[in-house]
């Protein structure tokens, strides 16, 4: 049997690894599922993870990619065809021109940062309704490069999951235990837990938390999340102007991919803007979008501690 938990770099999968290894998981395997997506801090605080997995006998967090330069290749090819003349052999309302395939076919090009490749791959970026990034991102490239190698060489994987009843109605719901069939079990260890528990489970093995929970974050994870709210994008923009930089860079990129030639992380709606920057500046406004917020904009937690949790009391 092996065990195989998921890491993400945020307080509840790192309470999973800590009981993990405090109730001696058979053939413990941590993953962490590689979005390019995520904020400097978190890549740093998985590695402490992984050295503190290692102090305890086990071997390091094997992080896994999607790989999408295959299929990238293949939809440049496609394009550059339509460039040339050929009819297009999809369905949709909006038909490329030569001169919109020729520029997006220039687009079509692997970066290697799964997120990224994968938004330019589908000219667009998931959203609530359309959340392609959980299963293309983290779903399949764990149970590709981590729970099939694992079935193979031993016939039986648990899968540990991080997910507790609290966080939402839909996980509430959830099963402690879910039978997939062919070996694989999906296990939630801390399905009941409440948040003090996972903060209780850090300071037992002496782990300290992701550090980004002290800058205002409520989850760890793609930075920012699509569904992020907007205090915590107010948060980032604040704390981590860079990644907004970032993210309307991106936006560029698959924008000129996309046959619509529009593309943004967060939905467009009326009175919030285009664009993440336009999003941002809407986060800065009171309810209702018009007025800005001095409160927010200033806070009163502008240059101290501002984790929800409140980590530093
Ligand atoms: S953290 Fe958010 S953006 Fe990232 S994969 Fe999950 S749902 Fe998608």
């Given at each position: 049997m092996t065990t195989v938990v998921s890491v993400s770099g945020g307080k509840d999968s790192t309470a999973l690894l800590a009981f993990a290894v405090v109730s001696e998981a058979p053939d413990l395997l941590a993953v962490f599922a590689d979005t390019?997506?995520?904020h400097p801090e978190t890549y740093d605080y998985v590695a402490y993870l992984s050295d503190w997995l290692v102090d305890q006998g086990h071997s390091p967090i094997r992080t896994v990619r999607a790989d999408f330069s295959g299929k990238i290749a293949r939809r440049r090819a496609y394009l550059e065809r339509i460039a040339a003349g050929e009819a297009e052999n999809q369905r949709g309302a909006v038909r490329y021109t030569p001169e919109a395939a020729a520029r997006a076919a220039e687009a079509m090009?692997?970066?290697?940062?799964p997120f990224l490749d994968l938004c330019v791959l589908k000219g667009r970026f998931p959203s609530a309704?359309?959340?392609f990034c959980t299963s293309e991102l983290k779903v399949i490239p764990i149970y590709e490069q981590a729970i099939l190698p694992a079935l193979e060489e031993t016939g039986y994987v648990e899968s540990w999951q991080g997910v507790r009843?609290?966080?939402s109605r839909a996980r509430a719901s959830m099963a402690p235990v879910v039978d997939l069939g062919g070996g694989v079990f999906v296990v939630?260890?801390?399905?009941?837990?409440r948040v003090e528990d996972v903060f209780e489970a850090h300071s037992a093995v002496g782990l300290a938390p992701?550090?980004?929970?002290?800058?205002?974050?409520?989850r760890v994870g793609?930075?920012?999340?699509?569904?992020?709210?907007k205090d915590e994008l107010l948060a980032i923009a604040r704390r981590w102007p860079e990644e907004i930089d970032r993210v309307e860079a991106w936006e560029e990129r698959v924008k000129r991919a996309s046959k619509r030639q529009a593309a943004s992380l967060f939905p467009t709606c009326r009175g919030r803007g285009v664009g993440i920057r336009a999003i941002v500046g809407w986060a800065q406004?009171?309810?209702?979008?018009?007025?800005?917020?001095l409160e927010r904009l200033i806070g009163p937690h502008e240059t101290g501690c501002s984790s929800i949790y409140g980590l530093c009391e």
């Open positions: 390019g997506h995520e090009v692997a970066t290697g940062i309704d359309v959340r009843a609290d966080e939630r260890p801390i399905l009941r837990w992701n550090p980004l929970y002290l800058g205002g974050v409520s793609c930075m920012p999340c699509i569904m992020a709210r406004t009171s309810r209702g979008g018009k007025q800005y917020d």
